[in-house]
């Protein structure tokens, strides 16, 4: 079970840090990830990070001003976004995958529910 939290409304430039916290299985864990997904679109990748080791992969949308870490003492991966822009607007999911580090969501097994960030202008 994953659990995300921490969207809300910001401005332009500003900072905003998500939440996920897995239950569960979490000894199974590979990959954590944060998608994002604007109503009538796709769900698309922003980055994902490697349970064990700490590996990361962002978007190119998002490189340079998001980072994903991870404190797995806690099971929760956390999604740190600054000089957001109002085309980061979105609902954010993260996702767990048990078995490979990968950017596409159909291979992701579990599904968090999603967390709503809006970037004002």
């Known amino acids: 079970q994953l659990q995300a939290f921490g969207g809300g409304l910001v401005q332009a430039g500003g900072s905003l840090r998500l939440s996920c916290a897995a239950s569960?299985?979490?000894?199974?864990?590979?990959?954590m990830g944060w998608f994002r997904q604007v109503q009538g679109k796709e769900r698309e990748f922003v980055a994902a990070?490697?349970?064990?080791?700490?590996?990361?992969y962002y978007s190119d949308s998002v490189k340079g001003r998001f980072t994903i870490s991870k404190d797995n003492a806690k099971n929760t991966v956390y999604l740190q976004m600054n000089s957001l822009k109002p085309e980061d607007t979105a609902v954010y999911y993260c996702?767990?995958?048990?078995?490979?580090?990968?950017?596409?969501?159909?291979?992701?097994?579990?599904w968090g529910q999603g967390t709503q960030v809006t970037v004002s202008s």
């Open positions: 996702a767990a995958d048990l078995s490979r580090f990968t950017s596409r969501t159909d291979d992701y097994n579990y």
């Open positions: 990070i490697r349970w064990g080791g700490g590996i990361t």
């Open positions: 569960g299985r979490t000894f199974s864990l590979y990959t």
